[in-house]
C-alpha cells in the first residue's frame, strides 16, 4: 500500500541562532495525502545537520528526528493518528521510518509502520498499516 504527497509548507530555522555550534533546526511542515491515505498531516521535525550545503538544500546531511499528525481516511475510515520519525537525511534520500504511536475515531485500532520513497518527481509514503479491528 502507498499514498503520495506534496509538501505544502515547509518552514525551518534555527533552534537558537545565537550558538553556531548548535546546529540543530527546528520545521513545521505540512502534507497533502492522496491515496490509500487521504487528507493533511503536520510534522513537527528537528534536524542535525551533519553536513549543510546552503547553495542546495537537497545535497545537505542530517539525521532526524520528529512527529507527523494524520486528519483524514484511511480505506474510507476516519480517522487521526499520529507516528514518531527518526533517521537520516542524506544527500536527497531520506531513511526516515515512521511507527505509529496513537490513533483515534474510526482509525482506533490502527497499528503498523511507513517509509518515506522518492522517485523522480514522486513523493511516496510505503504503508504497511494493520488494523486490530
Known amino acids: 500500500m502507498s499514498t503520495t ?3 505544502t509548507k515547509w518552514e ?3 533552534a537558537n541562532a545565537l550558538e553556531l555550534e548548535f546546529p540543530v ?4 511542515a505540512e502534507y497533502e495525502l492522496d491515496g490509500d491515505l487521504q487528507g493533511k498531516a ?13 547553495e542546495d538544500g537537497h ?10 499528525h494524520f486528519e483524514g481516511q484511511y ?9 514518531a520519525e527518526k533517521g537520516i537525511f ?4 531520506l531513511d526516515s521510518p515512521g511507527m505509529l504511536i496513537k490513533s483515534s475515531g474510526e482509525l482506533h485500532g490502527l497499528t503498523g509502520s511507513y517509509q518515506y520513497d ?16
Open 5 to 7: 504527497f506534496n509538501v
Open 12 to 14: 525551518e530555522q534555527p
Open 25 to 28: 533546526n527546528r520545521v513545521q
Open 42 to 54: 503536520w510534522v513537527e521535525y528537528l534536524l542535525y545537520y551533519l553536513e549543510s550545503n546552503k
Open 59 to 68: 545535497l545537505a546531511t542530517a539525521r532526524i528526528s520528529g512527529f507527523l
Open 75 to 83: 480505506k474510507g475510515k476516519t480517522g487521526t493518528f499520529t507516528a
Open 90 to 93: 542524506d544527500k536527497g534520500s
Open 118 to 133: 522518492f522517485v523522480g518527481e514522486n513523493s511516496k509514503l510505503i504503508l504497511d498499516f494493520k488494523d486490530d479491528e
